[in-house]
């Protein structure tokens, strides 16, 4: 078999490929317009996020019987497409669960004892310690919406604390367990102080968290979002933040993500954006939740090791 890898993997899978005497050519630099040309000569393709897999390149890739995505998301993919033509879609959520799930967890530790603010100060020679008086997580009730991989492994490093977790998944049931219970959404409207999404993108999770949905929580609530940026309607966030029914922010993706950031730095009329790097109830990091030493490994030899077991 004939595999194509256009973006930067990491070693195991090439290694781990290659022992099982896979044919690779590795183009981590390879050009879309260069893959549209050559892709006739692959069974299969292994990508990350450099190009989409469209229903053209699909069409074109006569051979093709598998495309990887090493990660999760499989939005840049033509899911539907492919299984209409037979084509095998593989991806590696399993691999960075826990890299996601400690990351949520950092980042409200980080918000709720004002982590960031402190060290910032102390290191310009501030030290000020009502001001940045914390909060405990212990007594919060924790909605999560998406319990796949990220949203169970949330839950199971929350388990340590003395917190009620709620979780809503409209494609899945009966999965309460130890860590968590399964609920409706209105259930989360109704009790959670801290809401945290773990949904892939889709035309119902897009723009999903949004005024109208913000206004059903009864409480004044925390967002966490280490899923995908455009989930969020960030003028709509900002503007809960504003009225503090929204009281912070964890948020790893942003809505932004495919413009350039140093053109989004440079200008100052992206309202939104200025607001959530000022605010200091607003914690944000650069789609890195998932993207560790060990997850970059786990989400390479999983995808290796999918694709053997596939076709033997």
Known sequence: MHILIIDEVHNSLI?????????????PKITSEKV???????????????????SELIDTA??????????AGLEN???????QKKI???????GNRDAVGEH???????????????????KSGIWNREANRGEEIGGKTIGIIGYGNTGSAFAEKLSGFDVEILAYDKYKTGFSNKFVTECELKD??????????HVPLTDETKQMFNADFIQNFKKDIYLINTSRGKVVNTKDLVSALKTKKIKGA???????????????????DNEGFNHLIKSKNVILTPHIAGWTHQSYYKISKIIADKIIKEFK
């Open 15 to 27: 290694d781990t490929l290659a022992q099982a005497n896979y044919i690779l050519d590795y183009l």
């Open 36 to 54: 549209f040309s050559i892709i006739t000569d692959y069974d299969g393709i292994i990508v990350r996020s450099k190009m989409k897999i469209t």
């Open 62 to 71: 006569r051979n093709l019987k598998f495309i990887a995505r090493v990660g």
């Open 77 to 83: 993919i033509d899911v539907d497409y492919a299984k």
């Open 88 to 94: 095998k879609v593989i991806n590696s959520p399993e």
């Open 104 to 122: 949520a967890l950092g980042m409200l530790l980080n918000l709720f004892n004002k982590i960031n603010i402190a060290n910032s100060e102390i």
């Open 188 to 197: 989360l409207f109704e009790k959670i102080d801290i809401l945290s999404f």
């Open 250 to 268: 964890c948020l790893d993706v942003l809505e932004y993500e495919k413009l350039s950031f140093e053109d989004i730095f440079k200008t100052s």
